[in-house]
């Protein structure tokens, strides 16, 4: 666990398959389905070309992350690409979202003493739910049953199987901390605030040229030691549902252990 923190620069949500997706002063998480009102929020994976692939593939890309700092280095070469110009949910900064490994979860907002929303927003997002329960977005693993059942239930490759495999962890780790609080007789159940676990990373597709031309070839570099990056932004699952705002803190809490670098997702 660590107490590194970002910040949430934007966030955008279309209920539309458009490649761009326009800024909202909020957007709620909906635990084990992704953000309310988007297409892409589902159990079963949502986007197009992999819903003609295989439907009943599990959705571990809820919600899409990009860090802002992209937006800048493109800038700097010519391309304009605001806050939501690459179909991001959650626009970060001060973060490096490509380096965390996976199945880290990122709490969003400020929290009391007793766990709750210092906003005092609902920990589901005002969608209903208890605070314990199966879907409720207080309680995991259950929050994420969903997905997980349609892991278990369609043929994963390797990398989606590993991605599957460190939802369930963290909802586990979730699970355990507010089964701690509990027990200490705390009335809030774990850390409600909005929270996701992340996946993999986004895949850069033709359609990025279609917005604006030559950009695909700034999403793809190298490292060092001339591994192929993928600069453009996570995907992850929503754990705890809640409300997400810009200004708001990001709070980053890795897996234990030397944690496993994202993949293709």
């Known amino acids: 666990m660590s107490a590194e923190q970002g ?9 539309e398959y458009t490649f761009t997706k326009p800024n909202r002063d909020e957007i709620v998480l909906v635990a084990g389905l992704g953000v309310s009102g988007d297409v892409h929020a589902g159990v079963h994976v949502r986007h197009r070309h992999r819903v003609k692939l295989d439907p009943g593939q ?21 391309y304009a690409v605001p806050p939501g110009g690459l179909g991001e949910n959650v626009t970060t900064r001060g973060i490096d979202l490509l380096g965390l490994p996976r199945g880290t979860i990122l709490r969003f907002g400020r929290t009391r003493a007793d766990g709750a929303p210092a906003d005092g927003a609902p920990a589901d997002g005002g969608l209903g739910g208890g605070s314990r329960g199966a879907g409720a977005s207080g309680s995991a693993p259950g929050a994420v049953a969903g997905v997980l059942a349609a892991a278990r239930a369609a ?17 586990a780790r979730d699970e355990a901390a ?13 850390d409600a605030r909005a929270a996701v676990v992340v996946t993999g990373l986004r895949n850069p597709c033709a359609q990025i040229n279609g ?13 060092g030691e001339g591994n192929v990056v993928r600069k453009a932004g996570v995907m992850a699952v929503v754990l705890r549902g809640g409300v997400v705002r810009p200004g708001d803190p990001v709070s980053i809490e890795f897996p234990p252990g ?8």
């Open 58 to 78: 599990p959705n571990l890309r809820q919600v899409h992350l990009i860090q802002a700092e992209l937006f800048e280095e493109v800038a700097g070469k010519g």
């Open 178 to 190: 507010a089964t701690a609080r509990a027990a200490a007789g705390d009335e809030v159940d774990g």
């Open 155 to 171: 043929t994963l490759d390797e990398a989606t199987a590993r991605a599957a495999a460190a939802v369930e962890a963290a909802a």
């Open 7 to 15: 910040t949430v620069a934007a966030v955008s949500c279309n209920d």
């Open 211 to 223: 917005f604006r031309a030559g950009l695909l070839k700034e999403m793809v570099g190298h490292d």
């Open 258 to 265: 030397e944690g496993e670098p994202l993949e293709l997702v």
